[in-house]
C-alpha cells in the first residue's frame, strides 16, 4: 500500500438536492429491509457526512472540504458572479476545516422541487477549489452525489476532462443505484435519462484514468501495472451501498513519517577514530501504535440558583465553580435540556442546564500526628468521608492542607524517601546519535524481547556515500545471519534506549530496522514448580497421576495441535493450494474501529432507539471464528483427545439446605449444561447438612493435596477404611457426585450414539447446535434412519423419516459433508430397493424428487465445497 502526505487535502461535494432525490426507500440494492425510512438525499448523504467526520475526527487543519448543491432554490456560486449562467447552483458550505456546524447544515438539506445541471456544479466545484488553494501543493478531490435521473447538458467532454487532468483532481462519482460489477448489483426498469447519464460519468472516468503500459493481450494487465506502479487511477465510479460499506471498511491508515537526522556510530571514535566508523543516517517511523479516541466526562455547571430535582450521586466528580482554574471556555459549554435534572428559577420556570467539561482537581495533606502503625512505611489509609459530615478537607479534620509549591519530590528508597527538588535527580552524560554496542547471532534473539515502535535507519538521501554505507552494513549483517545490540539517545543528555538493529533488504534500497529491548533490570524472571516431576511428601517420585500425561494423551494432543494448523487453512489459490488463514495487515483491532463507528453513527442520528448502531463490518469479525477446513480435519483429534482425556461436561452443584430453611438464589447461568438433563425430585428437594468441617472437606482441596501425595495415600484420606478405592477405567468409571443432576437417558439410544430413534430430528438439530460433533451426527442420523426404514410398521413414521432426510441433506451442504450424504442415500437406496427393503419409502423419497438426491459439484460449489458427482448423474438419481 502506497503511503500519502496526511492532511493537506481539499474535498468538494457536489450534491446533487433535485426532486428526484426526494423518492422514499425502504430497501438498500440487495432487498434488506432498512432500519427506517430514507429518501435518495438522505441516503447519499450519508456517505458525504461519514467523509466528513473522518476529517473531524482526525483534526487536521490541512484537511478541509466545501459542499456545492445542484438542483438548489438559490443560485450562487463564483463563476456565475463572473459570467453569469450556471443557475440553480449554490456554494452551501465555503471550504473550510469541517466541525460539528458542518454535518449540522448537512442534516438540513431537503430536496427541492427543480432540478439544476451536474455539470454545471463540477466546474463550479473545481474553478471554488482553483480560487482557494492557487498554487498550493495540496491534493484535490471532488466527490459528486446523484442518483443520474436529471438531464446533463454535455458541453465540451474533452475540455472537461483537460481541466480535470490539468488541476490534479480526484474524481469520485457516487451515484444512488447505479449498476456496479463489484457488489453485483443492476437496477431494473431503469429511465433512458438515468442509463445515459451513467454512460457519460463512465467515459469521464475512464478518459481521466491513465492507460495500461502493456499491450491489452495480457489478461493480468491492471495487476501487473498496479504492482509495477505504473497504473494509478484517478478516477471512480461506483453505486451509493459500495461506496457506504467501503467507507465504514476497517483500515490502517499509511502515512509518511518524518524524517529525523542522528548519527549512527560503529566503535570508539573519541580514543581510536580510526577504528571507528561514524555515518550521517535519517531516521523515521515504521510502524505506530493506535488508540482509540479518548473519552471526556462533562457534567451540569452548579451555578448556586435552583435546586435539582430527583436523586443525586455521591461519588460525582467535583462541580466547576465560575471564575476558578476548572472553569471550561465558552466553547466547551453544551446547552442540552435533560428531563431527570431540570433546574428551576425562582419562579418555577424550568431552564436549559448547561453541561462543561470537567477536569481533575488535585488538593495536597500532610498529617502532623504521630503513628504507630506496623506498616513499615508507616502510611495513613485515608477514607473519603460522606458529603453530610461537612469537613473542610473532606478526607480528615486533622490534616493540614498545603500548597502545592510547597512540596518537594521525592523518590522512594527501601523505607525512607529520597528528596529530588529539582524534580528528577543528574542525568549522565549522554551523546546523540546510536551507537552499535556489539553483533549476536540472530537465531539467539528472543522474540518477547522486541517491545515498543520500529524504526527505519536510511542514510541520508542527499549524500550517496551515507547511503552506500548503510547499504553495506545492512547486507553483511543479512549474510552473516546476525543482528547488533545499539543504544540510542535521542537528543543531548536524554535518557538512553537500548533496541536492536535488523537488516531489511528491499527492492529498491537496504536500510536497518530499530526496535527498542528492556533493560536486563526491568526483565522479571518468574519459576514454576515442575508440571511432569511429582515427589510426594516421602519424598518418592509419582510416576502415575492425574497431573502427569499418559503417552497415549501426549500423543493425541500432538495430533489435536497439528490438526489444528492454520498456515493451510485459508483461501485457495488459483492452483488448488490452501494459504495461510491469519493476516496481520488484515487483523483490525474491534477497540479502535467499532469505537469510531459508533462515535460516527451517534454523531448524526438523533434517536438511537429508532436507528441503532448497525452490525460491525464483515472485515472486523473476520478472524473471530476459527476456520472450517481446521475444525474439519480435527474433528477426529478432538474426539480422541475428549476419549483419552476423559472429558465430561460438569454439571451446575445444586444449593444445600441450611439448617434454619434457606437455600441460596439460584444465579442466571445455572442452567444444567447437559443436553437433555432433567432433576430428579429427590434430588432438587433433598439435600444432606455438612456436619463437620472436616466431612464436608470440598473437592478443591482434595485435588490440592494430590501435588505433593501420591494417588493412593489421598484416597486413603478421604475415604471411609471399608470402602475400597474404586478402578478408574471405560467400564468403571468415576463415581457421579452425591448432589450432581443425572441426565434423562433415552431408552431408544444405542450405546456409544448421540442419536437415538425415539426423537432423532430433535436430537439431531441438538448436537448440531453445538458445532463439536457434526460429523458422528450425521453418521449416527444416518443409521438410525436406516434402522427405523427396514424395520416393520416403519410406514407409520415416513413422515418424519422424510423430513429427517430433509434436514440432514440441508446440514451436509452446509457443513461440507457432501461425501457423507451421498455416500448414505447411495446405501439407503440399495438396502431399500433390495429384498426384504423397504420398495414403499423410497417411492415416497421419490416423490420428493431433487430436494433429496445426490449433491451434485455446483451445490456444493455454491455452498463452498466440493463434490465428484456432476449436474446430471444427481437428476438421474431419483429419475
Known sequence: MSSERAGYTVTMFVVDVGPSMAKIRTHDPEGSELTHELTNLQWGLQFVKLKVQEMIFNGRKTDQCGVILFGSDKTRNIVSKKQGGYERVEEYIPIAQPNAGTLAKLDALEPTEEAGDALDALIVAMETQEAYLGKK?????????????????????????????????????????????????????????????????????????????????????????????????????????????????????????????????????????????????????????????????????????????????????????????????????????????????????????????????????????????????????????????????????????????????????????????????????????IDICGFFPKKNFRRELSMGEVQYIWGDPKDPMQEVAVSSIAQAMYEKGVMAIARWVTTENKDPKMGVLSPYIGTDVDCLLWVGMPFADDVRKYTFASLDNLVSKKGEEITEHPYIPTEKQLEAMDNFVDNMDLMDAGDKDEEGNRGPWFETPLSYNPAIHRIKQAQFHAAVTSDLATNPLPPPHPELLKYWDPPRPALKRSRDAVEKCQLEFKVKEVPKKVAKTRKDGHVHAKDDDDDILLLDAKPRASQATKAEPVSSPDKGKSKAAEDSETEDESEDEAAAKTKPKSTPPPKNGPSNPLPTPARSLSPQIDPGRAPGRIIGSTRPLADFKTNVACGEAVSKAVEDMGAVITEIVLKPFASRRNAELLECLEVLRETCLKKDEIDAWNTFIEELCEKCTSEPGNRQFWDEVRKVGRKLSLISDQEAEENGGTSTVSHAKADEFLA
Open 137 to 433: 501543493k495540496w491534493t484535490r478531490n471532488v466527490v459528486v452525489v446523484t442518483d443520474g435521473e436529471n438531464p446533463i447538458e454535455v458541453k465540451d467532454l474533452k475540455g472537461i476532462v483537460r481541466r480535470l487532468k490539468d488541476l490534479q483532481i480526484r474524481l469520485t462519482v457516487v451515484g444512488i443505484d447505479f449498476d456496479d460489477d463489484t457488489l453485483p448489483f443492476e437496477e431494473e426498469d431503469k429511465s433512458d435519462i438515468k442509463a445515459e447519464n451513467e454512460r457519460w460519468y463512465t467515459e469521464v472516468v475512464n478518459r481521466l484514468n491513465p492507460k495500461p503500459t502493456v499491450d491489452d493481450e495480457d489478461s493480468d494487465t491492471e495487476q501487473k501495472n498496479k504492482e509495477e506502479g505504473t497504473y494509478a487511477p484517478t478516477a471512480f465510479i461506483g453505486t451509493c451501498e459500495l461506496a457506504l460499506r467501503e467507507i465504514s471498511r476497517p483500515e490502517v491508515k499509511v502515512t509518511k513519517s518524518t524524517l529525523k537526522g542522528t548519527t549512527l556510530r560503529l566503535g570508539d571514535n573519541d580514543s581510536r577514530p580510526e577504528e571507528a566508523m561514524q555515518i550521517n543516517i535519517k531516521t523515521s517511523k515504521c510502524t505506530a501504535r493506535s488508540m482509540p479516541k479518548s473519552w471526556k466526562k462533562f457534567g451540569p455547571r452548579d451555578q448556586g440558583k435552583g435546586k435539582k430535582k430527583g436523586k443525586t450521586d455521591k461519588k460525582k466528580p467535583k462541580q466547576p465553580v465560575e471564575g476558578s482554574e476548572t472553569e471550561d471556555s465558552e466553547d466547551e459549554k453544551m446547552d442540552v435540556d435533560d428531563e431527570s435534572a431540570v433546574e428551576e428559577d425562582e419562579n418555577g420556570v424550568p431552564k436549559k442546564v448547561t453541561y462543561v467539561q470537567l477536569k481533575m482537581d488535585t488538593e495536597y495533606y500532610v498529617d502532623p500526628r504521630d503513628h504507630n502503625s506496623d506498616d513499615e512505611d508507616g502510611d495513613v489509609k485515608m477514607e473519603e468521608p460522606e458529603e453530610d459530615e461537612g469537613l473542610s478537607n473532606k478526607v480528615d479534620p486533622a490534616l493540614e492542607q498545603v500548597a502545592k509549591d510547597d512540596l518537594v519530590k521525592g523518590f522512594k528508597y527501601g523505607t525512607t524517601y529520597v528528596p529530588c527538588p529539582d524534580g528528577q535527580f543528574d542525568r549522565l552524560p549522554a551523546k546523540e546519535g
